[in-house]
């Protein structure tokens, strides 16, 4: 993984101290809440219903044991025993005194982490696919293109005043699981007939309040004009991007008021005027930070195959561990949705054992995914049966992955302050409701997420089946949305009809999932059938 | 009746105005009738409270009663996590919120 040189640990060093400053003169009362809450958001600090909130950034989605560690000792020392594994595959601490946020930004640094630009109107964490690197369907591994984005944009002067957050998700695989035409700028790393690196682009992607699949406005952009290329699109959006009205300011307002046809010429015309200024990277700088991306030194001759007489660690192998591209290697995903549980906490002491795990199965490599679980990207397929077994006694053998049961649940009412309901008691009596691993089977893959309100950080739009949850007159009310996808088939999901109550809306699920098992055809899944026979059926068994 | 909330600035936690300061506990919370905006700004000034904002409440058994769920939810803690909660020993604590 990228290591930090001087200049990215001054900048994170001098970053925490300026912190600590400007924390001290708030409380000191030399500062009002408006003169300081632009100043804590750029650090990551938040404040949330009960307490202030401190989002740590994992970049792409890459961490190691060490750096596990120094999350499971905050969650210790700073806040109260857990953490929460985001959406955007960052971690938030639900409980961080003011007073302390410093400290914890301090004990970050040590170990190459910060909390910047996970807030405020900036460009954000870079999701990216949680298998790069490993996948057997990748062209290559994603993340130097992700650290070299990530570097070009930190602190660039041209992005420190944009309209409003700016997401950018990445591939370097067919098979999208980073949800990447759902983010402002989506990237796929493609390989054109002679072996050169290009991106696809896709630009105005985005759920929230008004939600829009994205739109290809490039095919194959030669890789090392990806700096330059991002700029004129960043370019045109601080230009022409809406500044009165906040619910109208991301890039995905103005590709779809200009047309994204119209979009993309004003991008061509600005990254021509860049390019001849020559102000393109170099292709050693994308050299340097590639070495530190390396393969591991796996194994050669290893054996693929795997004893799978423990039923129970054959039905994990079936759902959690995916195809690596090194043989007698495995990709395998840890759910961190065991039936009733909270979706994407995890506790202080797992924190540390999937320290311990990554360190000793997979080449000290970890990665949180958006749907909230994580995975070991690097396992000897000899060592599977005995990390699961590891894994079932701390409770994270759970062998639900993409099954209803894995469900995608913003934090909600119980800790946001823009929520409007609770998600994870939903998510909770959902996943209950559907328990029964064999059922969950016989349904099979099924995306459920579940936001409390329209900002969607539980991606609602993008599920199979999505629930918001509004306020209606101050209680609560869940809509049911179909249809919806964030892989590389990507559509939106559409509100079936009125409203329920959350037990309502349980029934109702269940209702669709068996209207779902009655008229489907072999191999089909719930999307599948319900892209086949379209909304009405389904509404029929819903509402009767 | 009216009750004035807002959070913590140290600890960011939920406070509520007894009259006389401020209260973890909303049971406390005095109703403030016409007087929040201005007491609002008094202790916003003095760094005693962090985003004060006015709620209506209803009386209740034990003390005022937020009309909203989530000021209820703020008033009590995360309902999934009722060891987290401001009185984790609450049996009652789930017929407060909902």
Known sequence: MYRYDKFDQAIVDTRVEEFRDQVRRRIAGEMTDDQFKPLRLKNGLYLQLHAYMLRVAIPYGTINAKQLRVLAHIARKYDRGYGHFTTRQNMQFNWIRLEDAPDALADLAKVEMHAIQTSGESIRNISADQFAGAAADEVCDPRPWAELIRQFTTFHPEFSYLPRKFKIGLTASDNDRAAIKLHDVGLQVLRDEAGNFGFRVFVGGGMGRTPFVAHLIRDFLPATSICSYLEAILRVWNRHGRRDNIHKQRIKILVHDLGAEEFARQVEEEWQAIQRQDDDMPLKEYERIAAYFTPPPFEEGLSDELDLSDPRFAAWVARNVDAHKQPGYAIATISLKPIGGIPGDVTAEQIDLLADLAEQYSFDDLRPTHAQNVTLPHVRKADLYALWQKLDAAGLGTANLDLISDIIACPGLDYCSLANTRSIPLAQKLAERFADPARQLDIGELKLKISGCINACGHHHAGHIGVLGVDRKGTENFQLLLGGSGAEDASLGKIVGPGFTEDGVVDAVERAVEKYRAIRTDGERFLDTYRRVGVEPFKEAIYG | ?98
Not at chain 2, 51 to 69: F, L, R
């Open chain 2, 1 to 98: 009746m009216k009750l004035l909330t807002g959070n913590h600035l140290v600890n960011g936690y939920v406070i509520w105005w007894t009259g006389e300061g401020w209260s973890r506990h909303v049971e406390q919370a005095t109703d403030v009738g016409d007087k929040g905006e201005q007491i609002a700004q008094v202790e916003a000034a003095a760094c005693r409270v962090n985003n004060p904002y006015i709620v209506d409440a209803e009386p209740g058994p034990t003390g005022p009663v937020p009309n909203h769920i989530k000021e209820r939810i703020r008033a009590i803690g995360p309902t999934v996590r009722p060891d987290l909660a401001l009185k984790p020993a609450d049996a009652s604590a789930g017929s407060y919120v909902i």
